[in-house]
């Protein structure tokens, strides 16, 4: 089981910006699937964005297009979300999560870190 761990996360005023990181201790990232997704207080968890495993190909949920970028480094073993333009609207706890199919459908993605709290707020 892979164990990843995310960082990045902290406490942001409305229109600022945060890069995330996601990455594996013991195990290669590369051949994987990797996904953003965030859980709001009271709310379901949902997609944020996705990456394919050489890194071309990426997919966004509509709420962060345009505002969100993921990316992956996979050298350093490593997948970022680069988020601006923050809003309050994306305060969450932040989860990467490692899979094989390129959507974003939580069961599709069998390992999951702890999570990382995003806060926007003035």
């Known amino acids: 089981q892979l164990q990843l761990v995310e960082s990045g996360g902290g406490l942001v005023q409305p229109g600022g910006s945060l890069r995330l990181s996601c990455t594996a201790s013991?195990?290669?990232?590369?051949?994987?699937?990797i996904g953003w997704f965030r859980q709001a207080p009271g709310k379901e968890r949902e997609g944020v964005s996705c990456?394919?495993?050489?890194?071309?190909?990426?997919k966004y949920a509509d709420s962060v297009k345009g505002r969100f970028t993921i990316s992956r480094d996979n050298a350093k073993n490593t997948v970022y979300l680069q988020m601006n333009s923050l809003e309050p609207e994306d305060t969450a706890v932040y989860y990467c999560?490692?899979?094989?199919?390129?959507?974003?459908?939580?069961?599709?993605?069998?390992?999951w870190g702890q999570g990382t709290q995003v806060t926007v707020s003035s």
């Open positions: 999560a490692a899979g094989f199919g390129f959507a974003l459908i939580q069961s599709w993605y069998g390992d």
């Open positions: 013991r195990f290669r990232l590369n051949h994987n699937v």
């Open positions: 990456i394919s495993s050489n890194g071309d190909s990426t």
